[in-house]
């Protein structure tokens, strides 16, 4: 045991120093350090530094459980490159303003504080990317003039203050699922920047949309008013967003869609349409404190209103308002349960940080009998982007990202999946990946459970009641035959035609998907029979009809 206390410092500052690499400084001591152009200065012990000087592309790595401090201000070069990386504690005593172009990234056993977590950070660099995995606390943010921003938030980041950004500032602004977001103050959005919400975020007062757009696949609540002025203000809900306070002043630009379930207290949105899905799949539902105002703005499709008292019709749910209403417009359709689809609030994906929506991979489920077969094709039930066209090798990049038996595979240039010969009995999962061809970072993936099932022989006994009947005609490789019940081929009891070899197979016709799909339906018979070497696999057709084909890929005994 004493070994072992004795071990436990050194593992750790090993442990510590992993994290920082390519460090040209360890640990500096002077107070008012200057940090080096092009060199990564890194921090494996406490340090406190009174007034700093940053030069260009300086980097800082703080390993875990390290804290650096920065008593009074910090300066440096406008807009050249400043690195933070942080695995322990960065704290600024004060109020910080940033001339730099700033790159930040918060670990997950990293935190920062600004002014013990109520301090001003106002940062004024001209590209700035910020991504928290762990914690961040301050009291204003602040995005200055003309900057470009992009901040990407796993963790916890707590804005006790303000959220701003100048009317020229360009914010890319993403809190993943999993991430919580508080904002204690207002926030401010401009026409250029773009506010996605995939976890958890409150904010305790109001906010101006001013042209922005925001878009909501977890949990997002406002406790103040919401205004929507500004040149096509957008908030599109997925999951649930709930508004405490007004929601207001939406000119007819503007755009409110709803897929999962809008709270309001109070609407008057002018003349600004609140959409629904345009599958009648889906509904959208909206939940009201009070009556809304909307003019004569169109409503709908497959939209749900509802008052949280007393009932919900066209009376109680609007005042003042003439809509226009678009399809499957219902009140409280739960209580009659007879809503056309139901309430979802977890759609179980996330925007690009940009707004861009993601294609949509969906899981599938076949049976596959082994010895090469194939079955289905898994962009069958996908989207090449959420809600919107059907996925194909036109639009999407498919690709097999793992499979839990090589056996079984991904034909990427068809989509088929396949057993290869040999392929034990069990149940394997293959994970496919597809992504946008007009955007190959956007992408999603879906998981296939393939089913092999075990050789399943028809053992039914003959039927030998009855007539016996000769063979007639046959074909053989074997030069024996002969006329007669009891020569080949009437020894073969009851057959119309009798095929014999032993070194020749007997083939159907092959034909593709393609080319099965091309057979008229006027010469389509019930009975009718391929080989279809697509999907490689014996085809009949049962009923005489293009949807009649079916493969033969399991062994067992039909009725």
Sequence with gaps: MTKLLYLLPLFFHYFSYAQCTSCGVQNPTDPDFHFPDNTTVCFTADMT????????????????????????????ATNAPASFEVHGTLSFNQTITSVANLNVHVYNTGNITVGGGNGNLTIGGQVNEIVNEGLIEMGV????????????????LNINGNLNMSSSATTLFRNEGGGLIFIGGNYGNNEQSVYVNC?????????NINGGKIINTGIFTVGGDINLSGSSSEIYNFGLFTSNGNMNNAPADAVIYNEGQLALNQFQGGNAAIKGPSSSTKKGYIVLQNPIQVGNAAVGPNLDFKRTTGASDPGTVFMNSN???????????????SCSA??????GFCPAINGDLPPMAVDDTYTIAAGGSSAGIVLDNDFETYGGAQATLSNII???????NPNISLNTTDGHIIAAPGTAPGTYNLVYQICQ??????????????TVPGIVPCYKPAVTAGTILSSDFGITSLSRADSGASNWPGARKGAWVVLESKNKGFVLNRLTDAQVAAIPQADLKEGMMVYNMTQHCLQANIDGTAAGWKCFTTQTCPD
Excluded: E, H, M
């Design 398 to 404: 498919l690709s097999q990202v793992s499979t839990s």
């Design 199 to 207: 976890g958890t975020i409150i904010s305790q007062n109001g906010f």
């Design 437 to 450: 061809t007009a955007s190959p970072s956007n992408c999603d993936t879906a998981t296939v459970t393939v």
């Design 141 to 156: 943010l602040q995005l200055g003039d003309n900057s470009t921003n992009r901040i990407d938030n796993f963790g916890n």
């Design 323 to 337: 809509p226009n209403f678009l399809t499957n417009v219902t009140y409280d359709c739960a209580s009659t349960n």
């Design 49 to 76: 530094f009174n007034n700093p000087t940053f030069g260009t592309n300086s980097k800082i790595c703080i390993a875990s459980g390290v804290t650096l401090q920065f008593q009074n201000s910090i300066s440096g």
């Design 342 to 347: 139901p309430l979802i609030i977890n759609p």
